[in-house]
């Protein structure tokens, strides 16, 4: 269950989206129970965003430029949608693979496989099991 606070027209309120199905949307708006039907299907995301990790440019002797496809220091592992964190599988220090499951998230009730898009090394791990994240929020970062 996800929980909103709202200021609308400067009331306060406490939403809780209990579960989407479809185009209803079952919540709670201050305590009272409402089924509110959206014009679109929500459908779960299962897609992963990273940030494109930029070319390295190097100079070499003589001046010459060379460009390097492997990931910047600070590749960030995002999250694609708000949820929570049911699960986080690499630690400072780890040598993840392109392609692997680096966080588990929930969102919307469903489980979302976040993965690295660049083999690297953990530099950072900015979530724990538990965490409530926002979309865009950086969870792991690869160097």
Do not use: W
Not at 24 to 32: A, F, P, T
Not at 64 to 90: E, H, M
Not at 91 to 97: A, E, H, L, P, R
Request: proline share 5%; aromatic share 2%; no cysteine.
């Amino acid at each position: 269950m996800k929980n909103y606070k709202l200021k609308i027209n400067g009331h306060d309120y406490s939403v809780d989206i209990n579960e989407v199905e479809g185009q209803e949307v079952r919540l709670e708006v201050n305590g009272q129970a409402y089924t509110v039907t959206v014009d679109q299907e929500m459908k779960p995301v299962r897609k992963t965003v990273v940030s494109s990790p930029r070319p390295q440019v190097t100079a070499a002797p003589g001046g010459a430029v060379q460009k390097s496809n492997a990931p910047a220091a600070g590749s960030k592992v995002t999250t694609p949608l708000p949820g929570t964190i049911l699960d986080v599988f690499v630690n400072v220090g780890d040598t993840v693979k392109e392609g692997q499951t680096v966080v588990l998230l929930e969102a919307m009730k469903m489980e979302n496989n976040i993965e690295a898009d660049a083999a690297g090394t953990v530099k950072e791990v900015k979530v724990r099991k538990g965490d409530s994240v926002l979309e865009g929020d950086v969870l792991v970062v690869i160097g």
